[in-house]
């Protein structure tokens, strides 16, 4: 039974971001996406026993997280470069959003682009919190240690290795978070936001 599919994207040419790049990387999503499936198909089996099976269960239970965060992570990653680049709109209830939190779109840039930097494996990630009609910036460890609780996604910034390896080099990485804000498709960005707020 499969539970998740395989999206696809609409990625062209991008600045700074080589095709072989993204052709590997989409190979590890749908890895993702793969394993997030076979979790929920094994838990599935394995509960028959659920004493004999504890500690299968619960390990793989724990790892769900893991992959379905690798696939979601992904797939707003994937979005976010595909359809061509579109700049912000400024008349935009998310540019709005962004003013009304860091003052400027350029202020906002310098702090995602900060929080991109912490070390470490993971993810840059923008979430619209709607308990306090609030935008944050947080980052997570791998892909699913720290995610916000409640929270949605509005824009996600892959800081694993194999995101940018094929074009720079790890001291390189800054260069990587540059080219990935040369290339979004900020339309799809905004209908993140749109459809959340
Ligand atoms: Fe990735």
């Known amino acids: 039974m499969e539970t998740f599919t395989i999206k696809t994207f609409n990625i062209s040419k991008l600045e700074g971001i080589s095709e072989k790049s993204i052709e590997e990387h ?4 749908k890895g993702y996406v793969a394993n997030a499936n076979l979790i929920l198909n094994k838990i ?6 659920p004493e004999k099976n504890a500690i299968v269960l619960a390990e793989l239970q724990r790892r769900f997280g893991f992959e379905f965060g690798g696939m979601r992570n992904h797939e707003y990653y994937f979005a976010s470069l595909s359809g061509g680049n579109k700049e912000i709109n400024k008349e ?3 540019n709005k959003a962004i ?3 860091w003052g400027s779109f350029e202020n906002f840039l310098i702090h995602f682009k900060f929080v991109a930097m912490t070390r470490g494996v993971g993810w840059a990630i923008l979430y619209y919190d709607k308990i306090y009609d609030k935008l944050i910036i947080s980052w997570v460890d791998e892909q ?3 995610h916000l609780v ?9 800081m694993w290795e194999h995101a940018y390896y ?3 080099i790890p001291s390189e ?3 990587f978070v540059e080219a990935f804000f040369e290339n979004l498709n900020w339309e799809v960005i905004e209908e993140n936001f749109e459809k959340v707020i």
């Open 166 to 168: 094929l074009d720079y």
């Open 150 to 158: 409640g929270l949605s996604p509005i824009l996600c910034l892959d």
């Open 26 to 29: 989409l190979k590890l999503y």
């Open 99 to 101: 003013e009304k939190e």
């Open 144 to 146: 699913h240690l720290g």
């Open 173 to 175: 990485k800054k260069k």
């Open 44 to 49: 599935s089996e394995l509960k028959s026993d």
């Open 92 to 94: 935009n209830n998310l």
